[in-house]
């Protein structure tokens, strides 16, 4: 009887420490078995599979079935991508199942991000998770990438350009890029740009057979007045010509004819125009933000005022208004007044009387005017003479250079830009015709300058 019980007794103690799942005594939990810790460049398929063994929490294999899931890290594009043995797609992630072994596989493919890379593993039915690391390379040589592409810089100062080459996703390569500039300009072996005179030069980098450019400019010191569009509206900026000293000036409300910031020749105050108690009103803001009316008692004739336009070089402000003896106060005429605001004087109605004549632009000795009417036309107001040009030209938004002997301007349909010698001769186009110009402004003296953030005829003679 005693044999038979020790019989029985064995038989239940190998009962109970064996099932299904196999035999106990492995390590608990995920196990990276082959295929991790890989290094290879960018979007390669290694050839060995990422195989994983999984055990629950005694050490025994898993059920066959078991889900295991592998998911490619990263947020701006997968460091890896997985996909089943039997399938040639690779994605973000992939499910597989435990073989008898407690095994499961996938096959795997390096990201387009260069630098370290993850595969997360995880088995939601037993809580564990494991990560297979990978090293990915920069793919072949696809281009050069130059920083910066484009910037300005006064006479004297210098910047530091980077160059290097990348692969077709961008990630940077250690070929080394050989720099050189165009007459005028030199660069440094470590990257350093300087030139000595005005002008727009051209830098070439060069990695074998590939090369890439950037371009600078060398400007005249100066500083731009212009709008740039916030959250809350519009606000009047200045800045560099070489893109230093950004000062937000103030915010101004737009009537619908436009602030147009104009510097006050020889300061550093701004005309502008602003709607405000119902009417557009001329205003000047100083560069601490002050703001004061442009006329402190203007004519009971006039009321909306807008469009400043002081000349260069003489103490004169041309600017649009609405004036009751000018077409019948409901369109904007052509003024003249002191630059101090003294004086203001309706020329519209001497012009063109009773037709509106907006959008004035002084020229650089203030004794003429460039000036919009019906059409729109472009012609010109002599002062000295009170005579109109017998010249005219279709367009939009004149603007008299810097030395008096061109206007620019854009046609009708806001594009392209053109030239016409003062005289009226010598018309020409000087933009293709890809995008829409509007007016903006270059006024003040050769260091003082405003603009809007968009091409223009004025924008020329910066």
Known sequence: MRRHFLLIAAILVATSCGDSSGPGGGRPGLTLVSGYNLTDTIEAKPIRALVVEVRDDRGAIVPQGT?????????????????ALTSTFYSTFAAGETDGAGRASVIVQMGGEAGPARIAISVPTLGVQDTARYTVLPGQPSAILI????????????????????DRWFNARTDPVVLTATAGASVSSSGVVTASTLGRYTLTGTAGSRSATSHFSVVPQGTVAALVSRDDGLHIVTFNLDGSGFHDVVRVIDGGIGPRPRWVPGTTTIFYAEYFGGLEQLRTVDANGKVSPFFSSPPATMTHQAEPSPSFNAPVL????????????????????????????????????????????????????????????????DYTTRTVSTWSVAGNYPAWS????QIAYADRTGQPLHLINADGTNQRVITLDI??????????????SGSSPRISPTALWT
């Not at 600017?319 to 019948?328: L, M, Q, T, V």
């Not at 005429?333 to 630059?339: D, E, L, Q």
């Not at 203001?344 to 004794?367: F, K, R």
Request: aromatic content about 10%.
């Open 147 to 166: 920083t910066p592409r484009d910037t300005a810089m006064y006479v004297g100062a210098s910047y530091t350009i980077h160059a290097g080459v990348v």
């Open 318 to 381: 041309y600017f649009s208004a609405y004036d009751s003896r000018c077409a019948g106060g409901s369109a904007y005429c052509v003024f003249r007044s002191g630059i101090d605001g003294t004086n203001p004087e309706l020329l519209g109605d001497v012009i063109l009387p009773g037709e509106i004549n907006p959008h004035p632009s002084a020229s650089p000795d203030g004794s003429k005017v460039a000036f919009v009417t019906s059409g729109p036309q472009i012609k010109v107001f």
């Open 435 to 448: 995008g829409s110009y509007a007016e903006s402004g270059w006024r003040g003296h050769p260091t003082r």
């Open 67 to 83: 889900i295991v899931r592998f998911s490619g890290g990263g947020t701006f594009q997968s460091e890896m991508l997985v996909g």
């Open 402 to 405: 810097p030395d008096g002997t």
